[in-house]
């Protein structure tokens, strides 16, 4: 494989994408994400959503307040607990999104008119599907104040709240949703501009001039991926920078297993580009193509719906989608501190998207050269 005449051809890819002003616009000018979306996939309500219940008390008045919890549509209670050691565990494994504390004396507070309260501890990751849980569990608390007092004929509160957000602790959207966007724009960037680079040389009529050069397909192929990688690197560090400066959101996990997730990620998103350009015989089927991808890619990838919300036939799909473990990835290393053993079962998946888009987009190069 010639090293020499590879670097030639991604340094002569650099210099088309700089030099035309449609090239240009998609590099720096991130894309409008289109308002379309999966009637099935894109829904913010909740539920049947994973409760575990740790509860001390032994009267009658918090089997009550557990049963309106059961007879809700929200909440499915998955576990209960015996010991405070089984909290963590299905907090840090996303087994539930909430655990409900109650005290030893929750009952018998409220019987003598005392004021009680009842620990909440919720998974911050996702701030915004805490919140909406939150707002659910608010709801059927107050609901079970007012019928007590109106049994006891008094007037006031008696329970309230002690709320505890892990990772996210003050549920700040921002921590959420800007990784994500690192995700949303690396895609954005490496897919366009791998999927313009082979439409762009038939549009220019430069593609015959290419195939009577001393390259091989495969390392065509090769030096067309380069700038999409390069590109997508740069961008993706410019991002993680001012996510850390300017947001201030935290980088709790290993930077070198982000990175490796970075580039597994965008091999798979050239991959993809390089199939749809090798497809393509225009620069506006190109780029029609890569928005045909991106916009199931982000719907289903979980970036604003959780996934497990979506029809068990749409959950199937999300396995596809490189995506949706870069997400993981993205957000495990800011918000939870993880670290390459944490992470492997999102880098082996993204690794296998990689080689077979890959092999099937150099396939289908050798195929429609000619």
């Not at 497990?308 to 396995?319: F, G, K, R, S």
């Not at 053993?341 to 993204?350: E, H, I, K």
Request: hydrophobic letters at 50%.
């Amino acid at each position: 494989m010639k090293f020499e005449l590879i670097m030639a051809l991604a340094i002569k890819e650099f210099l088309a994408l700089l030099r035309d002003k449609r090239s240009r616009i998609v590099i720096i000018i991130p894309p409008i994400v289109q308002l379309l979306m999966f009637s099935f996939a894109a829904t913010y309500d909740l539920n049947n959503i994973p409760v575990a219940v740790y509860n001390r008390d032994a009267g009658s008045l918090s089997h009550e307040l557990i049963s309106r919890l059961e007879g809700s549509p929200n909440f499915h209670i998955i576990k209960r607990i015996h010991h405070e050691a089984e909290i963590a565990p299905l907090i840090d494994n996303r087994a539930v999104l909430l655990v409900v504390n109650i005290d030893s004396h929750f009952s018998a507070d409220m019987r003598r008119g005392q004021s009680t309260s009842m620990q909440v501890i919720l998974d911050g990751r996702n701030s915004n599907t805490a919140m909406t849980a939150m707002n659910y569990l608010r709801t059927i608390l107050l609901d079970f104040n007012r019928n007590w007092l109106e049994k006891q004929g008094q007037a006031g509160v008696k329970t309230v709240l002690d709320v505890r957000n892990w990772y996210n602790e003050n549920l700040q959207s921002r921590w959420f949703i800007v990784p994500g966007i690192v995700c949303l724009l690396t895609l954005v960037v490496s897919l366009l501009v791998t999927s313009l680079s082979v439409a762009r040389e038939r549009e220019a009529g430069t593609f015959d001039q290419l195939l009577v050069t001393p390259i091989r397909p495969v390392e065509i192929l090769i030096g067309k991926a380069i700038p999409g990688i390069v590109i997508g690197l740069l961008e993706s560090t410019v991002i993680i920078i001012i996510m850390i400066m300017l947001f201030k959101i935290p980088l709790r996990g290993d930077i070198g297993a982000l990175y490796l997730g970075i580039v597994l990620f965008l091999l798979s998103s050239t991959g993809v580009g390089l199939m749809i350009s090798s497809i393509a015989v225009t620069q506006q089927q190109a780029i029609l193509g890569a928005f045909l991808f991106m916009v199931p890619a982000v719907i289903l990838s979980g970036f604003s719906t959780p996934i497990a919300n979506m029809p068990e036939v749409v959950q199937w799909l999300t396995y596809l989608d490189p995506l949706r473990y870069f997400l993981i990835i993205v957000r495990g290393v800011f918000l939870e501190g993880d670290s390459y053993g944490l992470l492997f079962n999102q880098y082996w998946p993204m690794l296998l998207i990689s080689i077979v888009s890959l092999a099937f987009s150099g396939w289908l190069f050798r195929h429609r050269m000619y």
